[in-house]
């Protein structure tokens, strides 16, 4: 195999526009006019004075130039461009004689004529790989890619003094100086050919060459694939949430929860160190990055598998009645809707015969933005408030569709929309500024009874389009023929919304004569008590630890997720839902291993953990693959933090009420973690009083069918208005009360 190829036929050319922008000079410049005519004076003597000359040679990376990823031994092709020095000294005479335009223009230009012989190179390169049957896998050029010294390895391999008069300083740098070198790396696969120059990996950020070439990312998700382009500066998760992909962000895409891994098939990807945080050596090596974190400087193949919530558990409603798909004495149809923090739910009702037809669920895909309303807003204020509003409108727009579909009803006889969601999710929905809502005094735009058209309060932007798509539009496919009238139930205040309104309406506190409490344990902590004639309604950060979120193994209610445990012996028994391989723990297997780890004293009663599982946790169950999922101090504290706020609320909104629990008729636990809870076991942590565990009566989406019943009832908006101007908001911020009661039921005991 011949080793040398010199390149022949490099012929100089010049790009005006490139040089002049070069030197930052451009129409509108001052100088412009003085500039270009200095240019098209010198042009032809600075290309007489270029004397091109190039070589490629094959050889192998020695140990003195080896890189992490390229070790010694490694094939290469060395290859070298020079113009000569005949341009660097018109340059220098012009410094010298202070004439300084032109001496930048004369460096400007030659610095362009060894950027036009690449061409060329990449022709000859092409060709000698042909010959050889090989390819390049990678470029790498001195000092980012490889150390300096790899140019003194090419200068004495290529024999550039005898054959050309290029010299070589004791710093590795070429004499003369216009002259670039760079180290291929060479594959068996002819195929591959990635020799270019990459912007998007060179330092040197304010090059006026600079050209950020587009990044393509392939994605996997089980079967199916698709190929995004990439922003410059755009993490991978921002695109991935850009065009229409779910993934779990509990934490907002901050790096903290671990929660939003992708697993990199094809391509580098640097290794951060909130990576190192959240996997292992060896996940790491195989590929395993955050993908909040993941900055894409080239193309990539990446898969999903982990924390896939495409198939979460999600509650609707929970009464007896049976749903009927179709119902001919109907003439028109209404949808009742729950957004949920976590989930969203969606039942269509006939107008007349206000049977409930059918039901759809969903995932809130603004997860991908955080767990809990505190990181929506955040992100709102941080500019993604279009984001979040498109997202959740489509989501809603597509549950409009799929029930007409499935129920097989045309679009143009769906005549109310009811939506019933807390006042960060109203807010989100309807565009408004979310600046207010997480700053004390927390004052929010509006939280009245809000009607509107279809067009207004769900039309949107398609995922991966820019440009505004209303529902008159008919090229977009979730718009056919509807004109329904959308209504947003009103809230109490900013941390109390309209889900939990409804869920006093669906609950009949507008017509108790009885004080009962209503406890919503979804991801937010809310809670009301009271009649027909006064309610105390508070709110409690107790965060979404009882939605999976923040603990080191948890998710959503989604197949696989441990949802039941017992402790024997310090070994764990786990059902996980649906009976899947299980894949991390969800919230009422969060509940479930705190009580089993106190009773079995694995847990003392200030929540610190047994020192045998203090630094690794304690082991429930392992994964598919071999990892094991384990229950850590940080989890202890998490859901002692939850449950301490949950329980001092409810003890603080009955004191202030001034009854004793026996008074209390009953107590409604709503949302979807508290239908499915083990009340027992939750008072045995702490969560709920023991005094009142006889009188607990879980009743679901409480919020949806409150939804519901306002569609259904005609005095609903008047019953809704009663029950905001009866009901007084606890804060619990400044509560010295709720203070002492959070300290107290911080324990265990």
């Known amino acids: 195999m011949e080793n040398f190829y010199e390149i022949d036929h490099l012929v100089p050319k010049l790009d005006k526009a490139a040089v002049l922008k070069a030197m930052d000079c451009y129409e509108d410049s001052p100088v412009y006019e003085e500039v270009a005519d200095e240019y098209e004076e010198i042009r032809d003597d600075m290309l007489g004075l270029a004397e091109p000359v190039g070589i490629l040679g094959f050889g192998i990376l020695p140990k003195s130039i080896e890189t992490k990823k390229y070790k010694a031994g490694t094939p290469v092709i060395y290859a070298v461009l020079s113009i000569g020095d005949g341009i660097r000294k018109c340059s220098t005479n012009a410094f010298h004689e202070g004439d300084y335009v032109k001496g930048m223009l004369c460096d400007a230009i030659a610095d362009d004529i060894l950027f036009s012989l690449e061409g060329r190179m990449m022709e000859k390169l092409k060709e000698v790989c042909a010959e050889h049957k090989m390819g390049i896998l990678q470029r790498l050029e001195a000092p980012h890619d490889i150390s300096m010294e790899s140019q003194h390895i090419a200068w004495k391999h290529l024999e550039l003094e005898k054959r050309f008069g290029i010299g070589i300083s004791s710093g590795f740098m070429f004499d003369p100086v216009k002259t670039s070198c ?224 499935e129920a097989q009803i045309p679009m143009e006889k769906i005549k109310r929309i009811s939506i019933a969601g807390n006042t960060t999710m109203g807010h989100l929905l309807m565009g408004y500024d979310c600046d207010t809502l997480g700053v004390y005094p927390f004052t929010p735009v509006n939280i009245d009874l809000i009607k509107g058209s279809y067009e207004e309060i769900l039309g949107g932007t398609e995922p991966g389009t820019e440009e505004h798509v209303t529902y008159s539009d008919s090229t977009d496919p979730d718009h056919t023929d509807c004109s329904a009238e959308v209504n947003l139930l009103p809230g109490i205040s900013t941390y109390v919304g309209g889900d939990i309104v409804s869920g006093l309406y669906a609950c009949g506190f507008d017509r108790s004569e009885e004080v009962c409490l209503l406890v919503d344990l979804g991801t937010n902590g809310e809670m009301a008590i009271g009649n027909k004639d006064r309610i105390l309604v508070t709110s409690t950060a107790a965060g979404p630890a009882f939605e999976g979120g923040n603990i080191t193994w948890g998710t959503g209610s989604v197949a696989g997720a441990i949802c039941s445990v017992e402790i024997h012996d310090k070994k764990a028994s786990v059902k996980t839902i649906l009976n899947q391989p299980p894949v991390g723990i969800c919230g009422t297997g969060v509940v479930e291993t705190v009580m089993e780890l106190v009773k079995n004293e694995l847990v003392e009663d200030s929540g610190l953990l047994d020192e045998d599982y203090f630094d690794d946790g304690f082991p429930l169950a392992e994964t598919e693959d071999g990892r094991t999922i384990a229950f850590t101090r940080k989890d202890v504290r998490e859901i002692q933090l939850a449950k301490a706020a949950v329980r001092a609320g409810a003890e603080t909104l009955i004191l202030r009420y001034g009854i004793s629990k026996d008074q209390i008729a009953k107590v409604y636990l709503a949302g979807g973690f508290g239908y499915k809870l083990n009340k027992n076991k939750a008072i045995a942590i702490g969560l709920l009083p023991p005094e009142l565990g006889d009188r607990i009566e879980a009743v679901g989406n409480s919020s949806l069918a409150g939804a519901a019943g306002y569609l259904r009832d005609p005095e609903g908006e008047s019953k809704l208005k009663h029950l905001v101007e009866i009901s007084e908001e606890v804060s619990l911020s400044t509560d010295k009360d709720f203070n002492e009661f959070y300290m107290d039921y911080m324990m265990f005991d």
């Not at 190929?227 to 949430?241: H, P, Q, S």
């Not at 790491?284 to 900055?295: F, I, K, V």
């Not at 498109?390 to 569709?401: F, S």
């Open 182 to 405: 760079q180290v291929f790396i060479l594959t068996e696969d002819e195929n591959v050919f990635k020799a270019h120059h990459d912007c998007r990996k060179c330092p040197n950020i304010h090059c006026k060459m600079r050209n950020i070439p587009k990044t393509e990312v392939e994605v996997i998700r089980g079967t199916k694939k698709r190929r995004i382009v990439m922003k410059e500066g755009e993490f991978l998760m921002d695109a991935l949430v850009r065009e229409g992909f779910y993934l779990s962000a509990p934490c907002g895409g901050k790096g903290r929860c671990g929660k939003c891994g992708v697993q990199v098939l094809e391509g580098d990807a640097f290794i951060t160190q909130e990576d190192k945080k959240a996997f292992s050596r060896e996940q790491l090596e195989a590929g395993w990055r955050l993908s909040c974190r993941l900055y894409p400087t080239e193309d990539l193949k990446v898969a999903f598998t982990l924390n896939d919530e495409s198939e979460f558990e999600i509650l609707g409603d929970t009464d007896d009645e049976e749903e009927n798909r179709s119902s001919e004495t109907d003439s028109g149809y209404e949808i009742a809707t729950d957004i949920g923090t976590t989930t969203i739910a969606m039942e269509l009702l006939g107008c007349d015969s206000g049977k409930r037809l059918h039901t759809v669920t969903f995932i809130n895909e603004q997860r991908a933005y955080g767990a809990d309303v505190i990181s929506r807003i955040q992100a709102s204020v941080d500019g993604k408030k279009e984001e979040l509003k498109n997202c959740i409108r489509q989501i809603l727009r597509r549950g409009i569709r799929q029930l007409a579909i």
